[in-house]
């Protein structure tokens, strides 16, 4: 993950710096050094502790930056998450990006979270999906991670997910999964999406690996489960949320893929302090 | 913006495609054609339909997208916001990449046209922050845009805004905005974030162009506002949220910026539904 | 993978003609219109026909370029693959590069197609390794497909394959199986490398979705197979070449990966000739 | 070299790590460390030992990575070419690349030491082609200095090398040296292709600095070595293999180039062994 | 303005070194260390020192260079401005485009200060234009300041400046202020050019910030500094030279822009000499 | 060529306009349509007129641009030189980048030829150097022979010019040719820096292809011309205007090199005018 937390980091201060901090070159003295501390504003679970310290490194290999909370510990009000000590300019050219990665990555931590407490003592397991923002797939994989979930397939390359229109144009699921199986890697498995107890039935004689569920209701989840009685993997999928997902993992069913995770969790308040 | 597009868009596709989707290549003919259409499933401000062309037109030239709602314009749950026609295969490599954008661009035009509408009547102007998603700013302050926002410096060096730690390090507001002064291009005003009456008085005589008025209370944001008196451009700034943006635009304030905006919108839904 | 030829042809070309070719340049007049053909000077198996008209057309988007050979057939001596027609100096340009490609990628082709007929009738599968060319990981692939061969996992990141290290390194046989099902996306198989029967059965009993048989004589292969009992995947591997491996097949293993195919295959004689 | 090597090894590493290497993060524990040791299957002569170290050094700079053989070297089986210490898990991720690199450019240096060897005690000088791997040439033509041959030109910019249908588009052998000479750089010698004996004298009599016999029998060559009588350099091409080499050199040909060493060698057989 | 520093140089050495320097890998023994100087062959103002330093640092980041000169300050014929020691291989490699960045911008600085003096005791500042070197902005206006000159807006997204064209598509001086105004960041001024007197009047009652002088006479410049009458700053530009710029200055206008400063430089002389 | 203009082009249009010109933006209506023409202000040597037309098709390729004058052709006050069709917004943003490309190169190009003119009748070339813009080298020669002038090698990797540190390293004249002579491409001469008649010999008698007269007064380049006797070829180095270009072309020497070509040759006067 090195080399594209590097690219990712380095992306972001170019989009943040360009041509320079009009504020911090004219005002600071650059061999002014100050300490500064990250403090947590309200309870969360953190993630990207490490992805701030690149932004700082990035910007001055010589940054002293000392971690005080490990990625998925839970943080209450007032935590102090890390200690950084370094040239004022460049503590105050990092901030906003460091900030923006750790907040983000924080605020999927906590809501992954919040949905694995939900599930608690149920058989299900709770992993993302690929409704992450552009360019920041792997950090927000990282983050469902960090707040005790699990990774679905990083993207279209890495799992093998047959969904409507694929059985569609394949001319079926027992035809789409019979095509796939002639083409991919021997060490992919494969998923497929139903949505009625007959698809599940045909997918599972096709031999389907995992079979989703998608948008199914709690009875018909059950059936499926049944159904499907142990001979594949099951996923529930579909706009599910905190108030929906308990009852969910009480189907039975293995996985429950929430989008929500990525696409709408809100950033935690974080604020770096320097100082006086 | 339109390189910056271009760049962010292929990006995007590559994270998501790499070697590439191994179910939409072991299962759909590459000569077969669809239609999709896609769909509100909510009601929402849209921003982002020509991101979401390019994501296919980036895949394929030829693909024939036709936009049916233009940025800015709210639509309700059922809506057809565009139709897409062209390789089953494109379509579906590039489904959620386009979905991701969209998806994101809109939650945030959305929630920025809540915050311009709660204010309606008032003086004020909603503008962003740099509470942005890494890699994506661009998109993001589009989006506000779209919402009827409007936009704060792009980044740290397109804009000044000497925050407290500036001025610690310049030795006091008047110090720190002389420095500016000499230093910055002619083209550039100076804003200043202040926390106290003393702040707003010694910046306005030091020359500030724009004032920020940071986290102050409703009383004493009046106070400043009658302080300042039109002799420069006055911010409010420090977690403003729907519930009290109305009463901090009653202040007189010029400018509101709001960071939730971007950190904190969430994903509107939208579907792609392909024709059978 | 159209991304990525792109990204590969234009290297190769910035290689090849940096900041000019000077022959070319100086001695032949850009207006000169040239016909020419690519010819076979010996029987081998087509590849990479798409790569080569790429190279053209990425030099000048105007050249036309008629294939008339599908990649996966077979030629013979003197067959014209191709037609090419357009200024002479874009295709005494792209002639060395657009040959390089064709050449390579048409001899790996070539090998393949020999293992495959080596083996035909018993019900293994020839696939490859990731013993290809640095940078052309995805053309070499291709070849193999084109030859009649098959995939195994792209890289490191779609497929796990846990060899003697890894498992050495996690505590065993089982550990490893385990510490990987928990951590991996459920997308993916696991594949564990065994060099005794007795592995076989620990991987077995610890639910190896492949089993790999390394470097295994043919009995023992033969005694892996038979305990496997259609269990598992099973696949040979190991230093075989055109001589050993019809009795591999024959040993009833599902899968022979071979090295060979993309480390140490040879260019197959193919010329361009330029009509006069 | 040392920005083109560093270019190739990140791309090489990213091509083959990409969103990472599942297998060796879910199973070896980070803190674990290793030694290991590159040991030759085979006998060889070894080149690229720097790329391989390069290869661990990218991914942590930390790796101590001992080289016990210079490159150019001959080795036997079973002599150990470096001994490597770090994470176990670097250790793993890297040994594929470093491995795939090592063997092609030791395969490279043993075909042309071996051409080199055959001709000894003539004054011939083996040199390679621009038929390298696209995206490799650099490390190709140091194997091939690595195996005791001679570099031709890198590319098309850095020497001149007249084709029959150059000759042909600039209308004939003397008015496309003189094109050339009026246009190119003062520091590029001039070469030209020829297929007959008047195509030599012409070539000479238009100042030709170096006059490539193409795909002459010896006879031929003979002579035109005679006619030239070293007015220029004289350089053998077309088809040259190991059995036909030592002929041609004896016709008294400067040079004698060879597109198989670079085409068509074959990976040698290299292992990395963990100690136990 | 590091990350565009390290960019810039990695560039100019790509582009200077390619596929290596023949000539000192051919003659000069890796192993060689060498002392040399850079000497001032003539008077000026140096700048880029630090760039010169890059230069070698990224050659081999242990060599040793030692700044003898600070940017800004004027030298003499024979001033020694630094000392390096390191391979003689990478002095040899890294000496040409050291001397091309500090040559190239030390003229630019040496021209600038002679504007500065040239105007000294009026109240006129000299500023900058985008009339610079493509791809070398950032280096450009870092000289103009080391120079003593001031910089105007880096590039079109960091300062608004309405010409002619802009006002006539808009539709008048006052239109194309307005819309400015309603639709930049808050954060920049408003610059507009006028020609004549009235354009000037209209201008400062639209509201401009910055009014520009656009190759007014004399006369008509004092004229229109008396009318602005410090409502808004004043700026000449238009073909402004070392024999007109003081009479400029006089007239009173706050700024005078000076594309010479970046487009008509010459290179000072500065010579790179080893220690025998 | 075409590759490297296009990355310069686009690199110089990022640089220039990066998130956006926020005046362009502000102030014209995308679908105003102007037409312009690109008229000279002065008498010059034109260069770069497909570089201009490069800048606007890569903003619009929509774009038209009839080019009236070809590079290379000289130019009067008032002749217009291109005229352009387009958005309003398109010839704005890119008038900027365009001119500042052609201003420059035309620059170059007129200095060339007024050297070129200075020495008509002699026998001798003039040719450029190194010294040109980090990044430009390219353009630069394409000016030096628009302006009638010779290149010299483009860099480091296809020219041999041994100068007095790489003699002095390689232990003398005769060493470093004879090391040259082993190591490099035999498509390349060699060309080594003397600064005496003894050198001159000691060069003639090691072989040297052309012998650089570097910094010699008249008489005594005179001399080496006579010496050397057609043997090799001679080039005048060092400090060479327009002044002393004659003398030294009448000494006979073959080639003459000017730095000052491209380090010190200033922007030309050309304007983009919109038709009313």
């Known amino acids: ?58 910007l001055d290999p010589d940054i002293s930056f000392e971690a005080l909370v490990a990625d998925g ?10 200690w950084i000590k370094g040239p004022a300019a460049i503590l105050l050219q990092g901030e906003r990006v460091a900030l923006n990665f750790l907040q983000r990555m924080s605020g999927i931590a906590t809501l992954t979270a919040a949905f694995v407490r939900e599930i608690e003592g149920t058989g299900a397991t709770i992993v993302d999906t690929r409704k992450t923002m552009p360019g920041l797939r792997l950090l927000d994989k990282y983050a469902v991670r ?47 999406e139903t949505t009625a107890l007959e698809e ?18 709690l009875k018909q989840m059950e059936d499926a489960v049944a159904l499907v009685d142990g001979k594949a993997q099951t996923e529930a999928s579909g706009g599910i949320n905190l108030e929906t997902v308990r009852a969910i993992a009480e189907t039975g069913v293995d996985l429950i893929s929430v989008g929500a995770l990525t696409h709408s969790s809100r950033a935690v308040d974080i604020s770096m302090l320097f100082e006086s």
Not at 171 to 177: L, R
Not at 202 to 217: S, T, Y
Request: glycine share 10%.
């Open 200 to 217: 599940v039935s045909e997918a599972l004689e096709a031999g389907a690996d995992i079979i989703m569920l998608d948008n199914m209701g």
């Open 73 to 82: 510990q839970a943080v209450k009000r007032g935590d102090v998450l890390a």
């Open 146 to 192: 960090a707040g005790g979930g699990t990774n679905h397939r990083t993207s279209l390359y890495d799992g093998v997910l047959i969904k409507e229109n694929h059985i569609r144009a394949a001319g079926g699921v027992k035809a789409a999964i019979e095509r796939a199986r002639k083409r991919i890697p021997h060490t992919l498995k494969i998923e497929i």
């Open 1 to 58: 993950m090195d080399f594209e937390l590097q690219r990712i980091v380095q992306a972001a201060l170019r989009e943040d710096i360009g041509t320079g901090d009009v504020t911090t070159l004219s005002t600071v003295d650059p061999a002014t050094v100050s300490q500064a501390e990250l403090v947590a504003k309200e309870e969360f679970v953190q993630a990207g502790i490490e992805v701030a310290e690149r932004v700082f490194s990035t």
